[in-house]
């Protein structure tokens, strides 16, 4: 059974980065789509970023892209997200996720398409 583990976060200053990992266990990760997801207190949980099994393609919400970068290392079973000039509004918990055979939901970054989820990790971005 496939185990995520998000580390990396923290509090960090306005302007600011982190790299957030996903590290696997129990199964590789090459055969799935993995993302990102995250949910700031009083809000439902959104969809930050998503990687294809396939092709390694990458798909962003809007808020975040040119900022954030998703990438996999199937070699560390590890999937990261660089996260560079921080806003107080990235403020939330972070998720990853995964799941087989998941395209439209990895490119629509919808939640309900990913079965297995990690237990998140906070990013505080505060001055």
């Known amino acids: 059974q496939l185990q995520l583990v998000e580390s990396g976060g923290g509090l960090v200053q306005p302007g600011g980065s982190l790299r957030l990992s996903c590290a696997a266990s129990?199964?590789?990760?090459?055969?799935?789509?993995i993302g990102w997801f995250r949910q700031a207190p009083g809000k439902e949980r959104e969809g930050v970023s998503c990687?294809?099994?396939?092709?390694?393609?990458?798909y962003y919400t809007d808020s975040v892209k040119g900022r954030f970068t998703i990438s996999r290392d199937n070699a560390k079973n590890t999937v990261y997200l660089q996260m560079n000039s921080l806003k107080p509004e990235d403020t939330a918990v972070y998720y990853c996720?995964?799941?087989?055979?998941?395209?439209?939901?990895?490119?629509?970054?919808?939640?309900?398409?990913?079965?297995?989820w990690g237990q998140g990790t906070q990013v505080t971005v505060s001055s």
């Open positions: 996720a995964a799941d087989y055979g998941i395209s439209w939901y990895c490119v629509n970054l919808v939640t309900m398409g990913f079965a297995s």
């Open positions: 129990g199964s590789t990760l090459d055969d799935y789509f």
């Open positions: 990687i294809s099994s396939s092709d390694g393609s990458t």
